[in-house]
C-alpha cells in the first residue's frame, strides 16, 4: 500500500504538465492522498488523447497470450524496443482496460467478446486485441476521466496555462546537496503574467512534437513542451529520429489534421492509385496491414514516383451499414467534405503522427532529475522502439500513469520545499513585431517536412542542423529581450525538439524502422537507442 505522504509533500502538491490520457490517469490515483493540480496549456478538452480513433490494446482474447504482443511490438519496433517495458506493459493491459471499464468508458461491445467487450485489429497485430469505441475511442476515455477530474477534490484543473520551464536547484537562493526539480513557471495566458508553481514533484505529460512538421494528424497543442523542458533541465532525450507519419491522414483543403484511423484497414479498407491499381502488395506482404513506417513509405514513393499530391483509400467494398456503425466519426465527418465513404474512395497522404522518443524515463516515470516524472507521449521507455505498434500508446499513458503516481506516493522522504523565486520579467519589455514569431514557426516547419521527412539524407540533414542553429540563435534572442507569449514559448520548444530530432537522425548510420536515409539504406545487425545527453555519462541504478 503506498506511503502517507509527508509533511512536506501535503504541503505542496504534484503539477502536473498536460491534460490528457497520462496526465488524468496520473492525477486520478494521486488524487486519493495527495493535492494535484493539473495544467492545460488550452481548453481541458483539446488534448491529442482525444483524437485518438482506434483503440486501446489489451490481451484479453484466448487466442492472445502476453508473449504475442511483445512479438507484435518488438516486430513493429524494428529490433530497438525494450523487452523488459514490453513486458511489463503487456502484462498489465488486461487491468488497465478493466480500470476503464470500471471508470464507465463506453467501449464498443460484443457480448461474446472478453469482457463483453469488441476487439478489432490493426496494422502489425497478429489478432484482434483493441478495445475501442467505434472509431473516437480516445475522445471516449478523455471524456470520462476528465468528467471525474472535474469533481475531484483534490484536483485542480487550471486552463490556458502554459509551462514556461522547470524550477531546479539553480533558481533556489539557498543550498542544495543535490539538484533537483522544485516546480515550474507557468504563463497563466488570459492575464499575460506568468506565475510560480512549487511542487513536491512535476509529472511532464505534455505529449509529443507533430507541430514541428507542416502536416500532422496532432492539435496544435503537440509543440513538445515537455521533451524540450527536460532537455534544458538536464534529463537525457532518446530515439528523437524516430518520427511516426501516420500513413493516412485526410487530404482536403478544409481539413489538413483529420486522421483516417488505421482501423478502417483493419476492417479491409485498401490503398489505390489514381487509376485504381492497389499497390501495397507490391511493397510488403501483409499489404495495408503493414507497420506503419512501411505503409507510410510506400505511400511516399508511389506519390513521387506518379507525381501525385495524395492516393486513395478504398472501403466501398465494405457494408454501408457496417462503415456507418463500427466509423461514424469518419464517415460523418467525410460526408460533410463532400465525400461518401461508401460510395467514394478517401483522399489521403502521410501526416507526422506520433514521437516514438522522448524523455528518458524508467517504468515508474522517473527522469534523470529528482523530483522530474514524465509519462505519455513526452517518453522514452523503450516500448516504442523505432516504431509504435498501432495502439500501445493509450496502453502505455494508463499502465506507467498508474506506476508513476505509485512511485511519487510511496516516497517517505520528499525533501521540504525551498523558497522558490518568482519570475522576473524587469529587464525585458512587450514584443514590437510578432511576425517574426511566425515568420519562423513557419520556417522551421516547413525546413522540417522538406529535409527530415519520411525519407533523409546526411545532405538534407546537415542544411537543416546548420539552419535551426540560426533559427535558434533568433529566437534565444527574441526570448532574452521580449515578454514571453504562448507562439514564443512553443517555437522556442519546438526548436530545442527539431535539433534533437536532427541530431538522433544523423547519428543514425543505418536505416531501421521510421528512420530511412537514401545514404544508410542497410540495417545493421545490432542497434541501440540513439541516446543524447547534455550532462556526463552516468550510470543509473535502473537503466541497463
Known sequence: ????????????????????????????????????????????DEAATAWAQGGIVGVLGSDDSIETHVRDTQEAGAGLVDERAASFIAEHSAQAIEW?????????PDPSGPLGLHLTREGGHAVRRIAHAADATGKAIHDVLLAEARVHPNIRLLERYMAVDLITSRHVKETLPIDRCHGVYALNIDSQQVETFPASAVVLASGGVGKVYRYTSNPDTSTGDGIAMAWRAGSRVANMEFIQFHPTCLYHPQDRSFLITEALRGEGAVLRLADGTRFMPQHDERGELAPRDIVARAIDFEMKKHGLDHVWLDATHLDEAFLKEHFPTIHARCLSLGIDIARQPIPV??????????????LDGRTDLPGLYAVGETTYTGLHGANRLASNSLLECVVLGRTCAGHILERGDLPPIPRVPDWDESQVEDADEEVVISHNWDELRLLMWNYVGIVRTTRRLERALHRIKLLRGEIDDYYANFRVTRDLLELRNLVDCAELIVRSALARRESRGLHYSRDYPQTLPVSFPTVLS??????DAWLP
Open 1 to 44: 500500500m503506498p506511503k502517507t505522504p509527508s509533511a512536506a509533500a501535503a504541503a505542496a502538491p504534484v503539477v502536473i504538465v498536460g491534460a490528457g490520457l497520462a496526465g488524468l490517469t496520473v492525477a486520478l490515483h494521486l488524487a486519493r492522498s495527495m493535492p494535484v493540480v493539473v495544467l492545460a496549456k488550452r481548453g481541458l
Open 100 to 108: 476503464l471499464v470500471e471508470r464507465g468508458v463506453p467501449f464498443s
Open 534 to 539: 547534455r550532462k556526463p555519462k552516468r550510470r
Open 349 to 362: 497522404v502521410p501526416a507526422a503522427h506520433y514521437t516514438c522518443g522522448g524523455v528518458v524515463t524508467d
